[in-house]
């Protein structure tokens, strides 16, 4: 045989080292996202809300909340497919595999609560006020915005919780939650969340997060969020606002000030309100814009200038990427399992908290190399190492290993380049979809922006004065 041949013919034998949980809870562990829900954590969920046995089973309920992870990070597998990526890189230990059924009432017996904390815990602001993108002017950048596509199962238990959206044609096909999260735009991480019917409106949802805002937040929103009593709510948690208004709004005039915007008052709060054109220039001359009226409480124009406030807008569209992330990258489209609103719910609280876990282990390695923008990072080479390391069982515990760990490597050796500014053509593709009209004048195809311009214009409303009273007299006879 020759060296070449006998070289091709050699064989290597590796041998790694597993360490997992001890017992009966080997099987529970979720790759090297455990190091961010650790055993401890886990366990103190499950106490705190009333989920931990009362006897040691063969299926512990510490298992039971990496099970239900696992199925959010591997959504399209079904119950026992879920328990083979768990073990597949454990089979040296021959472990026994439970029924379906064994899997269903172990997912029972957890109950809702331990999860919703365990998503509580983890939720929260991510970046640190030097990371890029993080901070406005001394302000954490936040935002309120609502998600009506993750899709349930048609099951009578959750149309009857859930309903059915209105659409052209008739009803939509599946039963969708109302899903309202508050973001860190700089990282998209979650802060808080609520889901359920879509009935009681997206402020009414985002009312039950105000207590999340503090005086060092700066808030976005959209249209929807413009009533004045919302806003009033919003400034009496002492965070700042910067919210977009509809064009018929009539709003008085107290001063008019230099950089084109005036004071006002919406909801007894004195705002400022800044009114721009907005004009996008493509590489190949086409032009299109439109017309932006924004409302803060950031009052000083000096401090805070109209065009800056403006350009700072446009990261209320990190939300939406936030929700792609979540809703294809994570769940990958897929409807979610359960067919009753308990499990729809405690599905919903797991399949949070595993995002939330991701966007920790994103930032963390982003923030390990000062001067990088969160927005370079790939969720979706997270998703995957993530679930690579899981099926190997890889880096459950290890105290001695760096911040970033093998997920935060893979992203950073695979960071996205500088955003580019281009026009990304809206494609929709459910003609239920209230989107599903092309906006006039955008460009029906991806181009490389050139310009964008923001004009911004006082507004010729009278100036608000005080009504006189008008004084009748009665004539004498």
């Known amino acids: 045989m020759c060296l070449q041949s006998a070289i091709r013919s050699a064989v290597t034998t590796v041998t ?79 472990l026994e595999v439970p029924s379906g059924k064994a899997l269903r009432d172990l997912r029972r ?68 939650l109302s899903l309202m999260t508050l973001v860190e735009t700089g990282t998209r991480a979650l802060l808080g969340a609520v889901f359920g019917p879509a009935a009681g409106g997206e402020t009414g949802q985002a009312r039950s997060l105000l207590p999340l805002l503090e005086e060092t937040m700066l808030l976005l929103t959209d249209r929807g969020f413009d009533a004045g009593d ?6 009496a948690t002492g965070a700042q606002f910067l919210a977009r208004l509809t064009s018929t709004r009539i709003l008085p005039v107290l001063r008019h000030l230099p950089d084109g915007s005036f004071l006002s008052v919406i909801g007894g709060v004195k705002v400022r309100i800044i009114t721009a054109a907005v004009t996008v ?58 067919g009753d609103p308990a499990g729809i719910e405690q599905e919903t609280w797991a399949l949070l908290a595993v995002y939330q876990a991701l966007r920790t282990a994103v930032t963390d390695a982003v923030q390990s190399v000062p001067g990088t923008d969160p927005d370079r990072a790939s969720y979706q080479i997270a998703v995957e190492t993530a679930r690579n390391l899981v099926t190997t069982a890889a880096n459950i ?35 239920l979809s209230h989107w599903n009209k092309h906006p006039d004048g955008k460009p029906r195809t991806t181009r490389r922006i050139t310009s964008i311009t923001a004009h911004v214009s006082a507004e010729h ?5 005080r009504r006189r009273k008008s004084v009748t007299t009665a004539s004498g006879p």
């Open 230 to 235: 919302f806003l009033a709510a919003v400034a």
């Open 397 to 431: 515990t290890d105290p001695g290993s760096d911040l970033a760990g093998d997920i935060g490597r893979a992203v950073l050796s695979n960071l996205h380049g500088p955003r580019r500014p281009r026009v990304c053509a809206r494609k929709v593709k459910s003609p």
């Open 281 to 338: 220039t493509c590489h190949d001359g086409t032009t299109y814009g439109g017309t932006y009226r924004l409302a803060t409480t950031l009052l000083d124009h000096r401090a805070f200038p109209a065009q800056a406030l403006i350009a700072l807008y446009h990261e209320r569209w990190e939300h939406e990427v936030t929700y792609l992330a979540l809703r294809h990258t994570l769940l990958q489209g897929r409807v979610l399992r359960s």
């Open 461 to 465: 409303h009278k100036p608000a004065t």
């Open 109 to 176: 017996r957890i109950g809702i609560p331990p999860v919703r904390r365990l998503f509580e815990v983890l939720a929260g602001p991510q970046g640190q006020p030097r990371t890029p993108g993080i901070m406005f002017r001394g302000y954490r950048t936040v935002s309120f915005d609502g998600c009506k596509s993750i899709k349930v199962p048609d099951t009578a238990a959750n149309r009857a919780w859930l309903g059915k959206q209105n659409a052209a044609s008739g009803e939509t096909g599946y039963p969708a």
């Open 16 to 94: 790694t080292t597993i360490t997992v949980a001890a017992g009966v809870f080997v099987p529970g562990h979720l790759g090297e996202l455990t190091r961010i829900i650790p055993f401890e954590l886990a366990d103190a969920v499950l106490e705190e809300e009333g989920g931990l046995e009362k006897r040691l089973r063969l299926l512990p309920s510490r298992t039971g909340i990496y099970f239900l992870l696992a199925m959010c990070l591997f959504p399209q597998p079904g119950y026992l497919g879920v328990w083979g990526k768990l073990t597949a890189g454990l089979r040296v230990l021959r």
